[in-house]
């Protein structure tokens, strides 16, 4: 795949499509150039606007769709197509079954070797300008054609199309009332090519109100809300570096201007960490999704469990449903937003029912919808209860430990933590020692004691004699402090 202009080395080639390919390994080099072929139900729309992006509109809308109902954008990786996205990515089977319409823009060869969306130009990923301009064609358009809701229309993208859309909730936060980037990057991360594999490759360097600036100079003098967004990223992505994941979270947490620190932390299916940061108001603005040991790609899982969605393939990778716990984020399930429905609330009523030298069992309330009780013991977790019980073992005596109980559903997903308890174990059974000295070396070490210049061993008070050098006892600790005389043998 020679990039136009390119006549040098195929090491020299492979340089300039990283560097000019934006992302040449992103989301899969499933063929050459952009597929024509729409998958079931897929249609599309050859008139929406003057189109200075030259891109394709697909659309998708569940039949008797009515209006008033949320519209999303989603935007496929380089090499993949508005069909291939369709396909795998279980935006469909979400649109049938909330009731809202998708439109799939789609790049092609004519616009960049690898069909990547132009994140990376200025001419294509700013407000009014090329591929962004397109895309808000498209809004406009399906809008009008389902009388869908101009205030509920969210966009999505796998890297490529991930970092064009968070351009386009930096361009448009007058346009999108949330997002979704998946593997991508960071709002206006490049403006050249060249710069592009500085943002695919390793952290930018830049302060969380530094990132937040690209987002506020996209729209200058834009005084309203910023978009809700979602950001997915896989720990052992080597074509999108975790970092970016990260510099997401910076970016709209300061765009927000809400801290950086996490609101609430999570587990949820396929090893994913959700982190939220909530706003003013207590409702998630910001989400990240750390998957662990996931590579590029779009997460997806599939099955016919409620939160399961979507198809393997190049680049559509099997480990949690992103797109569902996107939709719950948005609320377009009804949920209101609240980034996921299946978490349970926190268990109450978490108590200490007894405790040994060694041990600690707990119980609590029941929470409906609760399949199982994670246990965590100073935060990490240390057990699983099917019950409203547990008892936890292998503890020290005399020694206090602070204790959390979290409700899980039957699909894995665990919910928030309970107020902490503190159980403290009892004392162990004592063992006894033995101490061999003189009344004056007893009394120096604290086991005996002196008075009318006799000595007494502490807790007995038996009498052991003058108080000198020259007389010798052995004291035997039988409890915590207490002595007697035993110069007979311990």
Known sequence: MTLPGNSRTGAARRWIQAATGALALAAGLLTAGAPTAAAAGLTQVSSFGSNPGNLAMYEYAPDGLGTGRPLVIALHGCSQSASDYHAHSGWAQFADRYGFAVVYPQTGSSNNSLSCFRWFDPAQSTRGRGEALSVKQMVDKAVAQYGSDPGRVYVTGLS????????????????????????????????????????????????PAQWGDKVRNSYPGYTGPYPRVAIWQGSADYTVHPVNGTELRDQWTNAWGISQTASSTRSLPGNTTLTSYDDADGRPAVQLYSISGMGHGLAVDPGSGTGQCGSTGSYYLDTICSSYYTAAFWGLDGSGGSGGTTALPAPTGLAVSSTTATTATLGWSAVSGAASYDVYRGGAKVGTATGTSYTDSGLSASTGYSYTVAAVDSSGTVGARSAAVTATTTAGPYTPQCFTGSNYAQVGAGRAHTSGGYTY???????????????????????????????SGC
């Open 457 to 487: 061993a502490n807790g007995s008070n038996q009498n052991m004699g003058l108080y000198n050098l020259f007389t010798s006892h052995t004291l035997k600790e039988t409890a915590d402090g207490y002595y007697v005389i035993s110069d």
């Open 160 to 207: 490529a199309g991930g970092g064009q859309a968070a351009n386009l909730l930096a361009d448009y936060p007058d346009v999108f009332a949330g997002g979704a980037v998946d593997s991508g990057l960071g709002a206006q991360c490049a403006t050249t090519q060249s710069g592009a594999s500085s943002c695919q490759y390793g952290s930018m360097n830049l302060s």
